[in-house]
């Protein structure tokens, strides 16, 4: 009677045991079973580059999954085409009119933690890269996050007097639908910050690929993309005194004769290129206040700098 009873029990607890949801994408998620995977995150929320998945969940939502809800093109600017990534779930913030899915993104050792915006009928709004690992700049990085919520970017480190210095750049999202900063604080040098070029090492054997510069702190790297007509670049500035930043990274589609756009689904920003000898001008279309500053934009010119002759070996 014992064994009966014990083997009852199981069948029951089996039985009422929740389905695991399966989160690769190979079947068709419901909007449920998709966001409830993210759990209410505790604001104030703050964490470091140094433990960035200190909140992450050990689930693994496939790509396929992931882009039942949000557009592939959200990840196209953080990642490239690079698809070799893992995704966790780190937690979701919920508003009266919008809500915010926090997801750690992984390649290796590589760790990004992102954001994604959603209505309350979880249709994608906007997106933003907050933290990452990888940024090899001396610095010490870290994200806290407010109920507003408004999402505080930081960096620190001690100068050469032992004198501690820190930026500080904090977002929010607007009724407009993009990302802006209501919070720019610094007692750093401008002159003295080092601007890293993440596009440095990628080849540039295309018409337009090559490094349109005006100074140290402002300029446009073009590089190779998948072929003659689409290409990779990285543009940064920074104008009065430092107070007024910018920096994009993205993909570039060649329109016509020396004309090109950057217009990635996803981002309101829309930038236009125009090629014209050594030249290259660039006109804000779109809204870019997630990428720059509330009162600057990207519109500028910049001057290839000249590759240098590779010597030739006498014989």
Not at 26 to 43: A, M, S
Not at 77 to 82: E, K, P, R, S
Not at 119 to 143: M, P, T, V, W
Not at 144 to 166: A, C, H, Q, R, V
Request: with cysteine; glycine share 6%.
């Amino acid at each position: 009677m014992k064994n009966w009873l014990a083997v009852w029990l199981m069948v029951l607890l089996f039985a009422c045991k929740e389905k695991q949801i399966d989160l690769t994408g190979n079947i068709p998620l419901k909007d449920k079973e998709f966001f409830g995977v993210f759990k209410p995150l505790p604001l104030p929320y703050s964490v470091m580059d140094s433990n960035i998945d200190k909140s992450a969940d050990t689930l693994t939502i496939g790509l396929k999954a992931f882009t039942q809800f949000f557009p592939d093109s959200a990840f196209r600017t953080i990642t490239g085409n690079n698809r070799k990534f893992q995704l966790h779930p780190v937690g979701k913030i919920e508003k009266e009119k919008e809500q915010y899915i926090l997801v750690l993104l992984q390649q290796q050792k590589m760790k990004k933690l992102l954001v994604f915006v959603t209505d309350n009928e979880h249709r994608f709004l906007a997106a933003k890269e907050l933290l990452s690992n990888d940024q090899q700049d001396g610095y010490i990085h870290s994200l806290s996050i407010n109920k507003e919520p408004t999402f505080l970017l930081s960096k620190e480190k001690f100068g050469k007097d032992n004198n501690l210095l820190f930026s500080r750049a904090g977002w929010v999202y607007n009724d407009a639908g993009i990302f802006m900063v209501v919070i720019n604080d610094s007692n750093e040098d401008p002159v003295k910050s080092q601007v890293i070029n993440p596009l440095d090492t990628l080849p540039k054997k295309n018409k337009y690929s090559g490094d349109y510069i005006k100074d140290k702190k402002n300029y446009l790297s073009v590089r190779d993309g998948k072929d003659a007509n689409n290409y990779r670049f990285f543009v940064h500035f920074e104008r009065k005194e430092g107070t007024c930043t910018g920096e994009l990274k993205g993909d570039l589609k060649i329109t016509g004769t020396g004309t090109g756009i950057y217009n990635e689904n996803g981002d309101p920003c829309i930038i236009d290129f125009k090629f014209e000898g050594n030249q290259v001008s660039l006109k804000e279309q779109g809204s870019c206040g997630n990428h720059r500053g509330i009162k600057c934009f990207f519109n500028d010119s910049f001057t290839k700098k000249k590759e240098p002759r590779l010597k030739s070996v006498k014989k």
